[in-house]
């Protein structure tokens, strides 16, 4: 089983630093997140009172913290799959071209001596074992700025230089915000969205995206200064949280461990695709995601799965795995009644899905939602709209306009503009939407992307959750050739 660890440090009231106001809070709500949402077994918490450990004090003195580490990564305790993080919402100062994280007691007078250096960290965390490292530091704080540029340049360093997936608040040249509004850094509560339910960030491609985007907007509309997240990562697509993934995230983790020689070969690594492609459509996320490293044992030659064409006769009849009845979908659409329509489509998704109860379709629901089904339900409405409407009319559009299964959120937009979602700039509210069929091209169906990944009502699309949403649709439509 794959072991998940973390330490997180979170540190408010510093001996000869200026005291942060939300450092501690940042801390303790990324350990929630990752021991209640992420599915972490282990995260030890650094705070200004967090409980002491097995008898020992976890206050972020130096001592403590060094004493920790020195315990922690003695000895290797993972294996090459695991996963360990490291957060840290504090001070940071770069001095003599190092990064330095300060703990309660640090000296900006003897930064050396009470720091901790970003170099002895990552020798740290390259005992324990694992290739999978995530570092996230959240330190570049407005009093070190007044005395040198923050730090940055050496966390990104290392993570070329070891593979550590290095996420930091902001530039070296800006600083990191703290919203009162919020209570929490700017950074860290766009942290705590992107890889929760609200963002669902899969992957670190997708995260990054996530935080740009989110970050930027949530200082414009605090009216704070600019700042700008910085991811570096060797391995972008690397999945962070396998219960948000789509299936090709799944497939892209997979083919990222073949062997080179293959992946310079065309003609075994298209196939190679496919099939990997279809693993993630027949397998559960999480088992997937934990024997990616045997899957390179397909370039051998397995090519025996092929997903099912979907007869005419099946959608002729309403074909239906689960046994859901699509008749009253089929006469409110023959009807011309789409507002009706889209809002029983929705329904029946979720009946399709056991979603019901919930009233919202998530990655795992998307990634195992019955190619019968999809197809039925898509041929009901491309039929009775003329060729108006339909998931594949929405895909062709999608996939016109460059989108991928992780595309940004320019591209999103760029979509929804040429379906109508979204006019002169501004997003529609659902009640707003054209219900005729002088609708724009792929206008329908609406309400199911409206509940992909949110609880929220309201809005059409606004959210980034829905982007990541509706890119994981496009990602099974296209696996049920849609």
Not at 83 to 91: L, M, P, T
Not at 213 to 231: A, G, M, N
Not at 289 to 294: D, F, L, S, T, Y
Request: with cysteine.
């Amino acid at each position: 089983m794959v072991k998940n660890w973390a330490l997180v440090i979170g540190i408010n009231h510093y001996d000869f630093l200026q005291p942060l106001k939300y450092a501690k809070r940042d801390a303790q709500l990324m350990q929630q997140l990752l021991c209640n949402e992420v599915g972490f077994e282990r995260v030890f918490l650094f705070s200004d009172d967090s409980p002491d450990i097995g008898g020992e004090s976890t206050r972020p003195y130096r001592a403590n913290l060094l004493q920790c580490l020195r315990q922690l990564f003695n000895n290797p305790f993972m294996t090459e799959e695991d996963n360990f993080w490291f957060f840290f919402s504090g001070h940071g100062i770069r001095h003599a071209d190092h990064d330095y994280l300060m703990p309660l007691d640090g000296d900006p007078n003897d930064i050396e001596n009470t720091g901790i250096s970003l170099s002895y960290l990552t020798e740290c965390f390259g005992c324990c074992g694992t290739k999978n490292i995530v570092m996230i530091l959240d330190a570049c704080r407005h009093q070190q700025k007044q005395i040198s540029e923050g730090i940055g340049r050496q966390a990104q360093q290392i993570a070329n230089q070891t593979g550590v997936i290095s996420i930091l608040s902001c530039t070296p040249q800006e600083s990191s915000g703290e919203i009162d509004a919020l209570q929490t850094g700017a950074f860290t509560h766009a942290l705590l969205e992107g890889l929760g339910i609200q963002g669902q960030c899969a992957t670190v491609k997708r995260l990054q995206q996530y935080l740009r985007f989110r970050v930027s907007e949530l200082v414009q509309h605090y009216k704070y200064p600019q700042q700008t997240p910085e991811i570096t990562a060797t391995k972008p697509d690397l999945i962070l949280v396998p219960q948000y993934a789509n299936l090709d995230d799944i497939a892209q983790q997979q083919i990222n461990t073949f062997p080179p020689e293959v992946n310079q070969n065309l003609e075994i690594v298209e196939p190679l695709v496919m099939n990997a492609k279809v693993v993630a459509t027949r397998s559960d996320v999480h088992t997937v995601v934990k024997v990616a490293p045997q899957i390179s044992e397909l370039w051998v030659g397995t090519s025996e799965t092929q997903t099912n064409p979907i007869s005419a006769d099946a959608i002729a009849c309403l074909s239906s795995e689960p046994g859901v009845d699509y008749t009253h979908l089929q006469d409110l659409l023959a009807a011309g009644q789409w507002r009706a329509a889209d809002r029983e489509t929705l329904t029946l998704m979720l009946k399709v899905a056991a979603r019901t109860k919930q009233g919202w379709l998530d990655i795992e629901s998307i990634n195992k939602f019955p190619n019968t089904d999809l197809a039925t339900i898509d041929q009901l409405w491309v039929k009775y709209s003329n060729g108006r409407f339909g998931f594949s009319i929405q895909k062709r559009i999608w996939e016109s306009i460059g989108g991928i299964a992780d595309a940004d959120y320019q591209t999103w937009c760029e979509f929804c503009d040429r379906i109508g979602w979204r006019q002169n700039h501004y997003w529609l509210f659902y009640s707003d939407l054209t219900f005729s069929s002088s609708a724009p091209l792929g206008h329908f169906p609406a309400a199911a992307s409206v509940n992909l990944l949110t609880v929220r009502r309201g809005w059409v699309v606004g959210l980034c959750s829905c982007l990541v949403g509706f890119s994981a649709l496009a990602s099974r439509l296209a696996k049920s050739s849609l």
